[in-house]
């Protein structure tokens, strides 16, 4: 009597059991899904045997975000791009309910960095209070957002890589000059006379004669009366 163990399993048995295979079922003790799969044995017969593999992802919620026209928190991620050298990702999404797009911003958690500020109160350091301090500043100015953008990325990785817990306004303001005055002068003379809290036109004479000096330009003396 030949033993059925290791006989071949024919063709017709092996697409029933294929079919079966293809089904989705559970292991005890595990989430995997089972599947058939031909075996060569040493006899030189080849059989289906029955393995283990693991399930596919399953989207959770958080990998979406609410559609901010309709609520819904079914969206699909068209395109993604890193930005700012690397610090933001940009996610450009579709809403799967109202199939309006919109846009979302990662960035890296930075650590609590509090500014230190004149009468010593402490404040959270605020990328965006600063990018909006140098938006004033170069204000009908021939600058654009991505050379705003480079600045502020430029400003808050210095700050984070000097300071760790605490940094003093005055400190933070210079490092903040000390990038505007290679981007535009004018920007540059402005965001000094509001940090520095200019009172009078002699104020702004000093400023400005001191920046001439540096880059070392001539500059006109007002004249006696």
């Known amino acids: 009597m030949t033993n059925k163990a290791s ?4 063709r017709q048995s092996q697409r029933k059991i294929a079919l079966v295979g293809l089904s989705s079922c559970r292991l005890s003790g595990n989430n995997a899904r089972s599947s058939v799969v031909p075996v060569d044995f040493d006899d030189g017969t080849t059989r289906t045997q029955l393995t283990s593999r693991p399930p596919p992802p399953v989207l959770t919620q958080a990998n979406h975000m609410r559609c901010p026209y309709c609520q819904s928190d079914q969206d699909r991620v068209l395109d993604t791009r890193t930005t700012d050298g690397g610090f933001l990702i940009r996610r450009r999404r579709t809403c799967l309910a109202c199939n309006r ?10 650590q609590n960095l509090r500014v230190v500020k004149r009468d010593e109160t402490r404040e959270p350091f605020d990328r965006e209070k600063i990018r909006r301090g140098i938006e004033r500043a170069c204000s009908k100015r021939p ?13 808050e990785s210095h700050v984070y890589n000097e300071y760790e817990r605490e940094i003093p306004a005055k400190e933070l303001g210079e490092i903040v000059m000390s990038q505007l005055v290679g981007l535009d002068e004018v920007a540059y003379i402005r965001f000094a006379s509001v940090y520095q809290e200019f009172h009078s036109a002699e104020d702004f004479l000093r400023e400005v004669s001191q920046l001439a000096a540096r880059a070392g330009k001539p500059i006109l003396s007002r004249s006696s009366p």
């Open 7 to 10: 006989c071949p399993v024919s």
């Open 101 to 110: 797009r919109f846009g979302t911003v990662e960035k890296i958690e930075q």
């Open 143 to 155: 600058v654009t957002s991505v050379r705003i953008d480079e600045l502020v990325q430029n400003i």
